[in-house]
């Protein structure tokens, strides 16, 4: 593995842990209960992340391409690392709902209603730009994840705030800025 690509999947494991770790301060789930899973999801993420990264048949070379790559997953992790300290202890698990749930809707919430999956994204997009392009396996099964997940949250803030979430979804879109 090139010094390139341990440095990309060092970023990888550097947001990984500070998700872990930000993970302990979150609000407990609705009716008290606390997720063990977040470990065990990285755990397996990082599982799957090191097996591309050790595949070598489609590997990047082109220098101007590795670079935007790497600008894409610095860009896609800092928007999600953004969206996580900006959530505060509102943050939790895919489609949870929490105790004494709150809207958010500054930050990058101003931009997309759901920014950590959007970065997440972005973050896998431009892994694969820059290392290999087996990433776009990992984007392509997590991309309809995430839609779903957004989906079934948008239900569940939907009704935790009737009356200021419909605005706040009108304008602001889900995952793409002024597009999707």
């Known amino acids: 593995m090139s ?5 990309i999947l060092a970023v990888w494991v550097v947001f990984w842990l500070y998700w872990l770790i930000a993970s302990r301060s979150a609000k407990a789930r609705a009716g008290g209960r606390r997720s063990f899973a ?5 755990a397996l993420v990082a599982f ?39 959530l505060g202890r509102n943050w939790g698990m895919p ?13 990058p919430y101003r931009l997309v209603r759901h920014p950590i999956y959007t970065g997440i994204l972005l973050g896998m997009l ?17 991309a309809p994840y995430f839609l779903y997940s957004a989906r079934v ?5 939907a009704r935790a705030f009737p009356s200021a979430y419909p605005g706040y979804r009108a304008r602001t879109k889900m995952l793409i800025p002024f597009v999707l």
């Open 153 to 157: 949250e948008e239900g569940i803030m």
């Open 95 to 107: 489609m949870s709902e929490k105790d004494e749930p709150e809207l958010v809707t500054s930050g």
């Open 38 to 42: 977040p470990g065990l999801r990285i």
């Open 126 to 142: 431009g892994t694969a730009l820059a290392t290999n392009l087996y990433w776009l396996v990992a984007f392509a099964v997590s």
């Open 48 to 86: 799957v992340l090191l097996r591309i990264f050790r595949a070598g048949g489609l590997t990047v070379h082109d220098a101007a391409l590795r670079a935007l790559g790497a600008i894409v997953l610095a860009g896609g992790l800092a928007l999600a690392v953004w969206a996580r300290v900006h």
């Open 3 to 7: 010094a390139f690509s341990v440095s």
